[in-house]
C-alpha cells in the first residue's frame, strides 16, 4: 500500500497522487504494483451529473444578480421620483407592499435563475401598472416599460427554459419587438419612428446575430471569417441609416444615403461573388499561393 | 400516528427542515455500511419493502399545507438505487417515490440517505441496521436482537414516533444568552455544486490508546483538531466555533426514532492570541461539559419548540413564516458555528452483523456559510473520519487535519471522491 511522502497518509493501491496535497505517488520498480483498489464513490460518468440538475453558470449567476439589482434600483428610483408626487402614498404604499412580496418570494421559491427571474418580472410589471394606473387615471408610461420588461424575459429567461432548440427564443424576441414597436409608436402619438429606426436596428441586430450564430455554431454549412461578419455588419449598417433616411424623407427627398444603398449593395455583391467562387476568394486570402 | 384527518405533524425540531431546504443547504445525512459479501439487489429491494412495512415512520411523504409542513402516509414502494458517486445531495423526492430517505446499493456496500427533517442519526441508523439484519434474514441468516434493530414480525411501537421535544419542554425556563458571530470557512477556488468526499480509515485501538494517554475523548480530540486545522488554515480574526451534535436520548431518558437531538457550540478565539493545541482541547472539553447542564439544555429546546407552540405563530401562514423560518436559522444555527462534527459514536451491532459488515461511514452534508462538515462512527475496530465539502479543488482542511493525526503516530487511510487532477 502506497503512503504520501508529504502528509504520511496511507493511499489506496494505484493511487497516481495524493488526494490530500497532489504529491505524486512514486514506488520503486522492484515493488510489484498492484491493481487500483476500488473507489469510495463510483467515478461519475457523462450522465451521473444529470440526476442532480445542472448548476448555473457563473454568467447565469451575473445576470441573477444584474437583474435582481437593477430591479431593486428602478423601484428606489420610482420612491424617490414619485415622493412629490400628490399620490405619493400609493406609490409608498405600493412600493413597502412590493418589498414585503419581493422578499417572500425571494426567500419561499426554490432559488432557481428562471423562477426568480419570473417572479420578480411579473412582480415589478404588476408594480409598475398599479403605480401608473393608480396617480394618471390611465395606462401610459407603464405600456412601454412592461413591453420592454416582456422582451428581457422572452431574451434572458427563455433561452435557459428552451435549451433543446437555442435561437427560438431569438427570434421570438425578434418576432415580438417587430410587432411591439409599431404599438408604441401607435399609443405614444403616430410618429413613424418605428418604421424608419426601429425596425432598421433590429435588422441590423438580427443580422449581426445570425452572422455570429453562423460563425460559432453553423461552421460545417458555411464558413464564415472574420472579414465576412465586418463586411456584411458594415453592409447591414449602410443599410440602416439609408432606410431611416428613406422612410423620413421619402423616395424623392433622398440625398446623402443614396450612397450608403450603393455601398451596401456592392459589399453585398462582393461578399455573394467571394463566397461563390473559390478563386475570387484565396485572391483575397493571405494563403493565396 | 396519524390524527384522524390522516395527517402526521412534523417533530418539533425537524420543521426548520423544509424551510430551509436548499441546494446548498439540503440538510440530508448519510449513513452506509460496507458488507463482506456481495448485495443482491433484488434481495435488498425485497427487504427495503419488508422494512417500510414495519417502520410506519418512515414511511411518510412531506406536504406542504397552509399553516405547516406536515407528514402523509406514502403509499409508494420505495426503490433501491444504484450507488451514487457524490454523497448527501440534495434529494429530488418526487423520483424517489416521495419518500424522504433514499436507498442506495453497490457490489459491495448498502447506503441510506435521510432528509433531516425525518429523522436523526440514531433513527436513521436504526432503519439501515434494520434493513442490513432483514437483508441477512432474506439470505436465512438469523440475527440476535438488539435495541438497534427492529423486528418485522414486531408491531409498531409508540415510542417510534414520539416528538420527545413536546415532552420535555419547560416553558417557564429563561432563554439562553446570545452566541457571537464566528469565523466562516473561507471559500478559496470557488464551491461546487458535487459534494466531496474525503474518508479517513482510522484504527479505534490506536485512536482510544491516544485518548487515553490525552485523558480526552474521542469527540474531544476530533473537534480540537479540526478547530486547529481551520485557525492554521484561513488564520482567522474571529472565534472558531464547532457545532457538536447532542443526542438527547440518554440525557433525558427518552427514545424515538424522529429528531431529537440538539448541538453544543464549542471552539476558541483566536482573536485572544495564539492557542496551542492542549489549550484549545481543554477549552473544548470544558465548554462541551458546560453545555451538557441540564437546565441549559432546557432553556435550548424551550427557545427551539416554544416559538413553534406559539398560538399567534400558528395562525400565520407558511409562505409567510417561511422566510422568517430561513432568517431564524441562520441566525440561531448556521452564523453560529464555523463547521460541524458530528460524531455516532461506536455502532454496537449484533455478532452476526459485525462479522459481515467491513465498514460504517457516517456523512453529513455541508453548507455555502459552512462548506466544510466531519462526521465520525466506528465499527468493530474500525473508525472512519469521513469529511463532505463544497469547496471546488481545496482540501487544505483535510490535508491538515489528516496530517495531524499521522504526526501523532496514528496511521490514517485515505479514500475519496476527488477526481484526478483536483486536490
Redesign the interface.
Known amino acids: 500500500?502506497p503512503y504520501?511522502v508529504n502528509?504520511?497518509?496511507?493511499?489506496?493501491d494505484g493511487q497516481?497522487?495524493?488526494?490530500?496535497?497532489?504529491v505524486p505517488v512514486v514506488l520503486p520498480e522492484e515493488i510489484e504494483k498492484k491493481p487500483e483498489a476500488?473507489?469510495?464513490?463510483?467515478?461519475?460518468d457523462a450522465n451521473?451529473?444529470k440526476?442532480?440538475g445542472k448548476?448555473l453558470s457563473k454568467g447565469a449567476k451575473m445576470t441573477v444578480e444584474i437583474v435582481t439589482s437593477l430591479m431593486v434600483i428602478a423601484e428606489i428610483c420610482c420612491f424617490f421620483a414619485l415622493f412629490p408626487h400628490p399620490s405619493c402614498w400609493i406609490s409608498m404604499t405600493s412600493i413597502l407592499a412590493g418589498y414585503f412580496l419581493f422578499?417572500?418570494i425571494?426567500?419561499?421559491v426554490?432559488?432557481t435563475y428562471t423562477n426568480i427571474a419570473t417572479k420578480i418580472m411579473c412582480f415589478v410589471g404588476l408594480l409598475v401598472f398599479a403605480i401608473d394606473y393608480f396617480i394618471n387615471g390611465q395606462i401610459s408610461w407603464s405600456f412601454p416599460v412592461i413591453s420592454f420588461m416582456v422582451l428581457g424575459w422572452v431574451g434572458g429567461v427563455l433561452p435557459v427554459m428552451v435549451k433543446k432548440i437555442p435561437t427560438l427564443p431569438f427570434i421570438i424576441a425578434v418576432a415580438s419587438l417587430f410587432a411591439l414597436f409599431p404599438l408604441m409608436d401607435y399609443f405614444l402619438g403616430w410618429t413613424g419612428w418605428s418604421l424608419g429606426v426601429a425596425y432598421p436596428i433590429i435588422c441590423f441586430g438580427a443580422v449581426l446575430f445570425f452572422l455570429i450564430i453562423i460563425r460559432t455554431k453553423i461552421k460545417k454549412l458555411i464558413e464564415l471569417t472574420l472579414t465576412d461578419i465586418i463586411l456584411l455588419s458594415s453592409a447591414s449598417v449602410c443599410f440602416t441609416v439609408a432606410f431611416g433616411d428613406l422612410v423620413a424623407n421619402g423616395w424623392e427627398g433622398i440625398t446623402w444615403s443614396r450612397m450608403l444603398w450603393i455601398i451596401g449593395l456592392c459589399i453585398v455583391v462582393f461578399e455573394i461573388l467571394r463566397t461563390s467562387s473559390k478563386k475570387i476568394r484565396n485572391y483575397f486570402t493571405a494563403n493565396n499561393s | 400516528m396519524e390524527n384522524k384527518n390522516g395527517f402526521i405533524p412534523l417533530d418539533s425540531a425537524s420543521l426548520i427542515y423544509p424551510a430551509t431546504e436548499s441546494k446548498y443547504y439540503n440538510s440530508v445525512f448519510r449513513l452506509s455500511v460496507d458488507v463482506k459479501f456481495e448485495v443482491n439487489p433484488v434481495v435488498l429491494q425485497e427487504a427495503l419493502e419488508d422494512v417500510i412495512q414495519r417502520v410506519k415512520t418512515f414511511n411518510v411523504k412531506l406536504k406542504r399545507g397552509f399553516f405547516w409542513y406536515y407528514f402523509e402516509k406514502n403509499s409508494n414502494t420505495p426503490v433501491i438505487h444504484n450507488e451514487t458517486s457524490w454523497p448527501v445531495m440534495k434529494m429530488n423526492r418526487k423520483k424517489n417515490n416521495d419518500f424522504l430517505f433514499k436507498v442506495f446499493w453497490s457490489k459491495h456496500r448498502i447506503a441510506v440517505e435521510f432528509f433531516h427533517a425525518l429523522c436523526d442519526g440514531t433513527g436513521g441508523n436504526i432503519f439501515l441496521m434494520t434493513l442490513v439484519a432483514r437483508y441477512l434474514e432474506l439470505k436465512d441468516i438469523k440475527v440476535d436482537s438488539s435495541p438497534l434493530i427492529l423486528r418485522c414480525s414486531d408491531k409498531e411501537g409508540e415510542w417510534e414516533n414520539r416528538d420527545c421535544f413536546r415532552d420535555i419542554i419547560k416553558r417557564d425556563v429563561t432563554n439562553p444568552g446570545k452566541i457571537g458571530g464566528c469565523h466562516h470557512v473561507r471559500k478559496k477556488g470557488g464551491l461546487t455544486e458535487f459534494n466531496q468526499a474525503v474518508s479517513g480509515k482510522v484504527d479505534v485501538d490506536i485512536m482510544l490508546k491516544f485518548a487515553r494517554n490525552m485523558k480526552y475523548t474521542i469527540n474531544e480530540i476530533f473537534t480540537a483538531l479540526l478547530i486547529m486545522s481551520i485557525i492554521e488554515e484561513d488564520n482567522p480574526k474571529k472565534p472558531v466555533m464547532i457545532s457538536v451534535p447532542l443526542n438527547m436520548r440518554n440525557i433525558y431518558n427518552q427514545n424515538t426514532l424522529r429528531n431529537f437531538s440538539l448541538f453544543a457550540i464549542v471552539g476558541v478565539d483566536p482573536g485572544m492570541g495564539d492557542y496551542t493545541f492542549e489549550e484549545i482541547i481543554e477549552r473544548v472539553h470544558l465548554t462541551t461539559r458546560l453545555q451538557l447542564d441540564r437546565h441549559y439544555l432546557d432553556t435550548i429546546v424551550k427557545r427551539n419548540v416554544a416559538v413553534q407552540l406559539n398560538p399567534f405563530v400558528r395562525c400565520i401562514p407558511i409562505f409567510v413564516k417561511n422566510p422568517f423560518f430561513k432568517g431564524l436559522s441562520e441566525l440561531l444555527g448556521e452564523f453560529q458555528y464555523t463547521s460541524t462534527i458530528s460524531n455516532m459514536g461506536k455502532i454496537k451491532v449484533p455478532k452476526q452483523l459485525e462479522d459481515v459488515i467491513d465498514r460504517y461511514d457516517f456523512f453529513i452534508s455541508s453548507s455555502q456559510t459552512n462548506p466544510v462538515g466531519l462526521a465520525v462512527a466506528s465499527i468493530g475496530n474500525t473508525m472512519t473520519v469521513n469529511f463532505a465539502s463544497i469547496l471546488m479543488d481545496n482540501c487544505n482542511i483535510e490535508r491538515r487535519f489528516f496530517s495531524h493525526l499521522v504526526e501523532w503516530g496514528i496511521p490514517v487511510e485515505i479514500k475519496t471522491n476527488r477526481q484526478e487532477g483536483e486536490k
Open positions: 500500500m504520501c502528509c504520511g497518509v496511507k493511499l489506496d497516481k497522487k495524493c488526494p490530500l496535497c497532489g476500488e473507489p469510495l464513490f463510483p467515478i461519475p451521473a451529473a440526476e442532480y448548476a422578499l417572500s425571494q426567500m419561499s426554490k432559488l
